[in-house]
Nanobody, 123 residues
């Protein structure tokens, strides 16, 4: 699976952004899809996960209630709607594909990664 994330940008605190991730290659609906983020000098951290058909989702506590993950298997797309953004949400965001459903799984559990898209939240 080839993944390409986009939609990042600069936004003020309290604002919203919608990230998108386009998938190509292997059957997209065979993979659970996740979003991670990373800041310089820190490990990549989990943000959100959605199951193969979108029936189940899982979020990091830090984004629960503010971020929403969704997918459209007909379009081979996964999205991350980010509302109520905070400066601490500033990071490079990555989408990733996992052939298994592993809530709480780390980066090693994922099979494919896209390139990142920068999100910057100003205070």
């Amino acid at each position: 699976v080839q993944l390409q994330a986009y939609g990042g940008g600069l936004v003020q605190a309290g604002g919203s952004l919608r990230l998108s991730c386009a998938a190509s290659g292997r059957t997209f609906s065979n993979y659970a899809m996740g979003w991670f983020r990373q800041t310089p000098g820190k490990e990549r951290e989990f943000v959100a996960l959605i199951s193969w058909r979108g029936g189940s989702t899982y979020y990091a506590d830090s984004v629960k209630g503010r971020f929403t993950i969704s997918r459209d298997n007909a379009k081979n797309m996964v999205y991350l709607q980010m509302n109520g953004l905070k400066p601490e949400d500033t990071a490079v965001y990555y989408c990733a594909a996992d052939r298994n459903w592993e809530p709480g799984g780390g980066v090693d559990e994922y099979d494919y990664w896209g390139q990142g898209t920068q999100v910057t939240v100003s205070s």
